[in-house]
């Protein structure tokens, strides 16, 4: 509790129960308002006999699953705290949720007379030392009784006056299931080892060896069965192990004190016959997989699995009794007999470990109580249906659902002690916390009428309703639709009708959203109890559950005591509620998986957050510099459709609880698309795009970013909060649109990698000069495959579909294809091609084998030639078809894979100077070429130098006297003097041999020199 920061004077005051209710619930509605989770707090309540109206509320709930025949009573086995003195259910645990009893069969080995030193003070009694096993149809088959040498074990009287030996654990265990006189008593009446007894004869039921030996086995553990094994070498691979090492190895008998007798004797006596493993199925498979001693522990635990799994499933019997019957068969068939014989009991205990809340070792007691008899077939058969009209989200939460469904039986509803309503028929018991909150939700819908938003109901609410008011018939009313009005209520028929239209407005469960390891309890639970209550009203049962899994923090396990740990307000603290809550939404996804929190990636978010911020600030305040008018240009049209497809993705992901994935296509992609718009619109963004995109950004981020989201909400001028406006609709997106913009964005990308190889060749010989830098270049796009693959992609389509949609085998496809004689001159590049195509289907579908696009591919370059060239750092583009380019163009260009050459076009540098005092601009050397304009060189300058930011800022001038204007003074006062300004209409002319540039302007030519001189506005 310190830990928690729980002051040390309020830690006493916990000694009190009730001081819990009033410590932790407002503290927990603090954090959580903090992180701005939205809850309608009026429905909040205490769900004990605290409140007198949640308490009878599960009275009227268990009082009808008990007329409906759902809660028995009798003795049944369940795992208990001695300590408690009550059975401790799955939420009373500390460790050990979900674990149930285990039934042995616990077999007796009689002792054989006379009795080693240690128990000849017993010789008057019978012993047996007992070994519990979940395989007793295998008791045909026992050579000998394995101890552990150094374990402690026990010999204690039970009620019927025999003597039995195990460990004090299952002896504890044995005490509170009927064993002993006293429950929880165990009559101890000797203390001895494994070793003390090492050797003792004794007579095993079932076995043919009419004598059989303690013998000594190292790997036997005192937390599991009752420290007494009994060995069967034919079908227990460790049990061969073992006694082959004994064999073996005189020392290892001479050291434990076996004589030879005890074991050279016995041999494995064939019992079942597996297939494929014969008779003696761990022989068998212990010399296949070379198992050479017991100490082979993971060869033996592989050997193990396959000999009693297919011996389980397939195995036959060979003892005359059930000679030809499955082992399935006859498992059941074996204990009833040595039951009816008493050669054996039932035992029962834990499956795993179970700590109780109070620190207490559990075990498994046989006990009176009232229990929901989960299982019952027409139960089972009606909550099954629900689940299968149930919407899981996962195919594994859906698995783990009928798993629990096919093993699920009785669970115990009531407890001695502890906070709860009390059993209506039966008030000396408790109802177990997870029975009764199963159905809670149909409380939700009126806990507001009926409390008040009073958390304890001990205040009247809004109805003037009283707890003794709710009556039955009451209840009744308000949750069947068929139940008529009741005639004595207290209650006016207004409130009633109130109280029951809130219950259908609202019901049934739309989604419930719940741990995953709540599946084998609390959630299994949550659907049957519905079917119970409504069993023929399907509309009232669940609608969909979500499983989470843990979190963990920063890849690792949350853990106090490594200092991996951060509570929900020191996360809020740390990040801020939206950092948060961002970083959990990029936590995970799966619905079985353990979520990752990281610290990094929150760091990361709230950077995201905030320069999307800032970038709203600079919008608005840039907003009267945007383009306005139609909205029409290429990117305009490709940017709302993006926006139109981020939307919908985003709504489906959030519909499928998705939040990774919806913040990725809702945030990340978004913004993404943003960018590219921000990039490729060389005319300029448009005003209403831009606060469109703002206006959708804020609200699909919302449902995870809501703070700022509402911020930036009031930032562009919204009235009202953000969370009542409505999610926004669109209309249907233009896919072909989209895949034209990608095929766009694919290819700018190819070029910028053509032009760099040969900008930056990877081989260059020694001594050869660098290649020179592309400036213009030329896009081929071809109208139609080449002929032999327009063959090769008819040929996969008919193939594809032929195959239910697959392809065959590459060696199918081959013989296929080297039978048409267009292609037999091609075959070296057909199967290439063939792969590529087999790749492009199972990224782009069936589409990647149609023989021309679905878009012009031409226009979308040419549409954007301009970005083109400034993202290659080109002079010029040009897009041709491949029918204008020569043989290799032709081979090499296909559509939707345009082909690109490059070249250098020759150019005569001129150096540019700024006059202008003070202005930071300096001298530079710039490239004229053939027919540049003035638009050209100072697109050019700004591309080369980046200081200039704004072509249209730029003016250049020329000298008048191209000779004596660079060699005169400069006039700071007038920096144009002597100089002409380039006009608009200027065609600039270029010798390379001599180094000279001149300038046409209306059929007149001019000189321009060497120099050149530019003004920034």
């Known amino acids: 509790m310190e830990s928690l920061g729980i002051p040390a004077e309020e830690i006493p005051k916990f000694a009190d129960a009730m001081y819990w209710f009033e410590y932790f619930p407002p503290r927990a509605k603090e954090d959580l308002r903090s992180m701005g989770i939205k809850v309608d707090w009026r429905r909040t309540f205490y769900t004990t006999d605290v409140n007198p109206f949640y308490d009878s ?82 008791m045909y088959g026992q050579t000998n009784c394995w101890l552990h040498p150094d374990i402690k074990y026990i010999a204690y009287k039970t009620k019927d006056g025999e003597v039995f030996i195990s460990t004090k654990r299952a002896a504890c265990n044995m005490s509170f299931q009927g064993f002993f006189k006293e429950e929880g008593k165990v009559d101890v009446v000797a203390n001895i080892t494994g070793q003390d007894i090492m050797g003792m004869a004794l007579s095993a039921p079932l076995t043919s060896y009419k004598v059989i030996y303690t013998l000594p086995m190292l790997t036997i553990k005192e937390d599991k069965g009752s420290g007494v094994v009994t060995s069967v070498p034919s079908d227990s691979p460790d049990d061969f192990a073992a006694l082959r090492d004994l064999k073996k190895k005189a020392a290892f008998r001479e050291k434990f004190g076996v004589a030879d007798h005890m074991v050279l004797p016995f041999e494995p006596v064939p019992i079942i016959d597996v297939p494929s493993f ?254 119970a209550i409504w069993p023929d009203n399907p509309g009232r049962w669940p609608q969909s559950i979500r499983t989470n899994g843990h979190l963990m923090l920063n890849n690792e396990k949350m853990s106090k005591s490594t200092g991996n740990f951060l509570t929900l307000q020191q996360a809020i603290d740390k990040f801020s509620a939206d950092g948060m809550r961002l970083a959990l939404a990029d936590s995970g996804d799966t619905p079985v998986e353990d979520a990752n929190f990281v610290e990094s990636m929150a760091d990361a978010g709230i950077l995201r957050l905030y320069t999307f911020l800032d970038w709203v600030k600079e919008m608005l305040e840039l907003k009267s510099t945007l383009r306005t008018g139609p909205i029409d240009s290429y990117n305009d049209r490709v940017f709302v459709q993006e926006m139109n497809k981020g939307i919908m993705t985003t709504d489906s992901n959030y519909e499928k609880m998705l939040f990774k994935e919806a913040l990725k296509t809702g945030f990340y992609e978004f913004q993404a698309s943003r960018d590219k718009y921000r990039e490729l619109a060389m005319e300029g963004m448009h005003h209403d795009l831009i606060f469109r995109f703002i206006e959708m950004q804020a609200l699909i981020l919302s449902p995870i970013c809501p703070h700022l989201c509402e911020h930036i909400w009031g930032l562009i001028g919204k009235k009202g909060s953000i969370m009542k406006a409505s999610w926004p609709t669109v209309s249907e997106v233009d896919e072909v649109l989209i895949r034209s913009s990608e095929y766009l964005m694919d290819s700018a990308h190819d070029f910028r990698l053509r032009v760099k190889n040969i900008a930056q060749p990877q081989k260059q010989k020694k001594g050869m000069p660098p290649p020179q830098k592309p400036t213009h270049g030329t896009i081929y796009v071809a109208k139609t495959f080449p002929p032999w693959q327009s063959t090769i992609l008819s040929k996969l389509k008919q193939m594809y579909q032929a195959n239910n949609g697959t392809f065959p085998e590459n060696k199918e496809i081959v013989n296929q294809l080297k039978t048409i004689d267009t292609l037999k001159k091609y075959m070296k590049k057909v199967m290439p091609f063939v792969q590529q195509s087999k790749e492009n289907v199972a990224v782009n579908g069936m589409r990647a084998l149609d023989l021309e696009l679905d878009f012009d591919e031409k226009k979308v370059l040419e549409d954007n030639l301009e970005y083109l060239t400034q993202t290659v750092d080109l002079e010029g583009l040009e897009v041709k078809f491949s029918e204008e380019g020569d043989a290799k163009v032709k081979e090499e260009c296909c559509p939707g894979k345009p082909y690109s050459t490059y070249y250098t076009q020759p150019s005569v540098s001129v150096t540019m100077v700024n006059p202008q005092p003070g202005s930071g601009f300096f001298s530079f050397s710039l490239p004229i070429m053939q027919h540049d304009t003035l638009p050209k060189i100072t697109h050019r300058m700004c591309k080369q130098e980046r200081t200039i930011k704004n072509p249209n800022k730029v003016t250049l001038y020329y000298y008048d006297n191209p000779e004596l204007g660079p060699r005169s003074m400069p006039r700071y006062d007038q920096p144009t003097a002597g100089k002409t300004s380039v006009p608009m209409n200027g065609i600039f002319n270029i010798d390379v041999n001599n180094k000279i540039v001149t300038m046409t302007q209306n059929g007149s030519s001019k000189s321009i020199g060497t120099q050149l001189v530019y003004i920034i506005e």
């Open 278 to 531: 014969g008779n003696l199925s761990a022989v068998t498979v212990c010399e296949q997989m070379k198992i050479q001693s017991q100490n082979d522990k993971i060869q033996l635990q592989e050997a193990k699995e396959k000999v009693y799994l297919k011996g389980f499933y397939d195995g036959v019997m060979l003892v005359d009794e059930y000679k030809g019957q499955k082992v399935q068969d006859v498992k059941k068939l074996v204990q009833k007999k040595m039951y009816d014989s008493k050669e054996a009991c039932k035992y029962m205990e834990p499956e795993r470990k179970v700590t109780s809340r109070s620190g207490d070792k559990c075990v498994v007691a046989l006990c009176d109580q009232w229990f929901l008899d989960y299982g019952e077939e027409k139960w089972k058969a009606l909550t099954t249906k629900a689940l299968e009209n149930a919407n899981t989200y996962c195919d594994e939460t859906r698995k783990n659902f009928l798993a629990t469904l096919d093993w699920l039986r009785e669970h115990a509803c009531s407890r001695s002690y502890g906070l709860g309503s009390r059993v209506p028929w039966d008030e000396q018991y408790l109802i177990e916390s997870l029975s009764d909150s199963t159905i809670y939700m149909a409380y939700y819908t009126v806990a507001h009428l009926l409390q008040g938003g009073v958390i304890n109901g001990q205040t009247i609410g809004p109805l003037g309703i009283k707890p003794e008011d709710m009556t039955r018939s009451v209840w009744d009313y308000i949750f069947f639709s068929n139940t008529k009005l009741p005639s004595k209520s207290k209650i006016s028929k207004k409130s009633l009708n109130k109280l029951r239209q809130e219950f259908q407005y609202w019901y049934p469960v739309d989604l419930r959203v719940s741990g995953k390891d709540l599946v084998p309890n609390h959630l299994t639970y949550f659907l049957y109890n519905h079917c």
């Open 57 to 138: 509320f599960v009275r009227w709930q268990f009082l009808h699953l008990k007329e409906g025949n759902k809660i028995k009573f009798g003795k049944r086995y369940t795992i208990y705290s001695p300590k408690d003195g009550q059975p401790c259910m799955d939420h009373d645990r500390q460790t050990g949720e979900g674990v149930g009893p285990q039934e042995y069969t616990l077999i007796k080995m009689k002792a054989n007379k006379p009795y080693p030193e240690k128990l000849k003070h017993l010789s008057d009694k019978d012993i047996f030392l007992v070994a519990a096993t979940l395989r007793p149809e295998t």
